[in-house]
């Protein structure tokens, strides 16, 4: 299978503590977005790579939260001090780098449940 | 900022009656619009890019179609297998790259 990974699929943790979820992109592509979903909405936007280069952080990716990618292959997103808001389905995406409407493909998500 | 409102929140179908769910959007500077399936629990599946209006995209028992200001996606004599989420969202030239969803319309097809 070629789609998007990521690990873990689930994720359920205590208020205060740290997690780091993975993200691992179709390997032709070098784009590469992380999104936010809670139940009943659409995906929000938190942050965009091209290669390893973070080009864009959405308002919403407070101070707690950090994504890399080394060595723009795969990506991590980690959030400090968990708080129960952050209680989501983190998702990544990734799509070529050729035009304005390149198609992103999407990962299964990982769903953080924060106690 | 972009904006993108699905409607309906929810529709129930008997297998075989023909439908439409709405998108409308405002955006500066439409780069695309991009359909989703979600099932519950996953990520979502890429279904269409339209790019311009009068443009139109089919795939099995779906069909999109954009206008100026709204997308139209038409399943035609669905299935109980088509029963999911679907999602519309935009690239605008004023968003960089990110996708800006809709809150989607979950569909329910009754065998």
């Known amino acids: 299978d070629t789609g998007v990974s990521q690990d873990p699929r689930h994720k359920i943790t205590k208020r205060g503590q740290n997690v780091t979820f993975r993200c691992d992109p179709i390997?032709?592509?070098?784009?590469l977005y992380w999104y936010r979903q809670t139940l009943g909405q659409g995906p929000e936007f938190l942050t965009y790579f091209q290669n390893e280069a973070q080009l864009e952080k959405s308002r919403l990716l407070s101070d707690r939260f950090s994504a890399e990618r080394p060595k723009g292959s795969f990506s991590t997103l980690e959030i400090q001090r968990t708080e129960q808001g952050d209680s989501a389905m983190y998702l990544c995406?990734?799509?070529?780098?050729?035009?304005?409407?390149?198609?992103?493909?999407f990962g299964p998500g990982t769903r953080l449940t924060v106690l | 900022e972009d904006q993108v409102t699905q409607s309906p929140e929810a529709l129930r179908l008997q297998e075989g009656e023909s439908s439409s769910l709405n998108c409308s959007y405002t955006?500066?500077?439409?780069?695309?619009l991009f359909w989703y399936r979600q099932d519950p629990g996953k990520g979502p599946e890429f279904l269409f890019t339209?790019?311009?209006a009068g443009e139109e995209k089919e795939k099995e028992r779906l069909k999109a179609t954009l206008t100026k200001k709204e997308s139209f996606l038409h399943i035609t004599a669905p299935k109980p297998e088509d029963s999911a989420t679907y999602l519309c969202a935009v690239i605008s030239s004023g968003s960089a790259r990110q996708l800006t969803f809709g809150s989607g319309t979950q569909l329910t097809v009754l065998p």
């Open positions: 390997s032709e592509h070098n784009r």
């Open positions: 339209l790019y311009s």
């Open positions: 995406a990734s799509s070529r780098d050729n035009s304005w409407g390149n198609e992103q493909f």
């Open positions: 955006v500066s500077g439409l780069r695309g």
